[in-house]
């Protein structure tokens, strides 16, 4: 600080277009021995401990450039305690990255709006999708470039298609939990490029991929999306996995609000502005009939478990078990660069 001299660019790194690299069943032994495994799972857990028993609401720092990062910043020696949820306010004038992520995504959800659903006679997986998908398409390495700086330039194909397989398969029109980990290796690679800091884990989960959340909820209901690979009732949930995890991590030592709240519809519709867990409930009541030990069993059961840790302990195995290490699920999967398919290096 104090000068006015540019941060000096890191080394040059070979960005690649990432490809699938996970085509039988056998290969899924290669996924979780690679760095690519160990750097999503670590950046999970990272923002996990970030939103622990904090509100959507509360107030956070936010960093104001991506600088380079001598270690990507989710590895434990970068954990430094963040120091009061200040927001710091910018001199320069600069959108923070964080805020260019949220532009971003606000330009895709008015495009939703500019792309309106088409009369056809299946109800399910409106071909208006396809339309919206192909502007995303077409225009996704421009808007990740907003992003990033310019001396990182070369790095905007590689994220590009992390973007662009985030919000569901424009062929069979329909969207997953595949899909959702699309967008978390979409941010990981902006942490990994040094885009978002450290710093920036309650930003990243509770202004960045909530505002996710809500443009994909909107795609799901404009377009009528199918899930992908549901396990109808036995799933946890038709759409999504990481908020379930992130928002009962949020819910942890909160001195009211225990598991089995979450099935009560007023302290639901009281709470769900402060929490993603209660959010994504909401969502689920609004979309499905009947009684919800019925359509959402596997949610159901959750919510008679004694403490929220436990809950967040549960689905995080859940995860690993029912998605990770799902070959439907990790097919789909792309590695490059920045997500390596190669072994981790100890």
Do not use: W
């Given at each position: 600080p104090g000068t006015s001299e540019e941060v000096a660019p890191p080394p040059k790194q070979n960005f690649m277009i990432p490809k699938k690299e996970i085509n039988m069943v056998s290969d899924m032994a290669k996924w979780k021995r690679s760095q690519a495994y160990a750097d999503y799972m670590g950046f999970i857990l990272t923002l996990n401990e970030g939103v622990r028993g904090k509100k959507l609401t509360c107030e956070y720092k936010v960093s104001e450039v991506g600088e380079d990062l001598q270690s990507y910043p989710w590895r434990a020696e970068a954990l430094g305690v963040l120091a009061g949820w200040e927001i710091k306010q910018l001199t320069s004038g600069q959108k923070l990255p964080i805020e260019k992520l949220v532009a971003l995504l606000n330009t895709l959800d008015r495009w939703i709006d500019e792309t309106p659903p088409v009369d056809q006679p299946s109800r399910f997986g409106n071909k208006a999708f396809r339309t919206w998908y192909a502007r995303l398409d077409q225009e996704a390495e421009k808007l990740v470039a907003t992003v990033i700086?310019?001396?990182?330039?070369?790095?905007?194909?590689?994220?590009?298609?992390?973007?662009?397989?985030?919000?569901?398969?424009?062929?069979?029109?329909?969207?997953?939990?595949?899909?959702?980990?699309?967008?978390?290796?979409?941010?990981?690679?902006?942490?990994?490029?040094?885009?978002?800091?450290?710093?920036?884990?309650?930003?990243?989960?509770?202004?960045?991929?909530?505002?996710?959340?809500?443009?994909?909820?909107k795609l799901q209901k404009t377009y009528r999306m199918e899930p992908a690979g549901s396990q109808g009732v036995w799933g946890l949930d038709d759409f999504q996995f990481l908020p379930f995890i992130w928002g009962s991590s949020q819910l942890i030592d909160h001195p009211n609000l225990e598991p089995r709240h979450f099935v009560d519809e007023k302290v639901v519709n009281e709470n769900h502005k402060d929490f993603m867990f209660l959010e994504c409930i909401l969502f689920i009541t609004e979309m499905k009939t009947g009684p919800f030990a019925e359509h959402s069993n596997q949610l159901w059961n959750i919510s008679a478990v004694p403490s929220w840790s436990k809950v967040n302990q549960g689905l995080i195995r859940m995860y690993k078990a029912e998605c990770l290490e799902k070959f439907p699920v990790i097919q789909h999967f792309k590695f490059g660069s920045l997500l390596p398919i190669q072994p981790v290096t100890s």
């Open positions: 700086p310019k001396h990182l330039a070369d790095a905007a194909p590689e994220v590009a298609v992390y973007l662009k397989e985030s919000v569901g398969n424009s062929t069979r029109i329909d969207y997953g939990t595949g899909h959702e980990a699309a967008f978390a290796a979409f941010l990981c690679c902006l942490c990994k490029i040094g885009v978002l800091r450290v710093d920036d884990q309650m930003a990243i989960v509770f202004k960045v991929f909530n505002r996710y959340l809500e443009v994909m909820r």
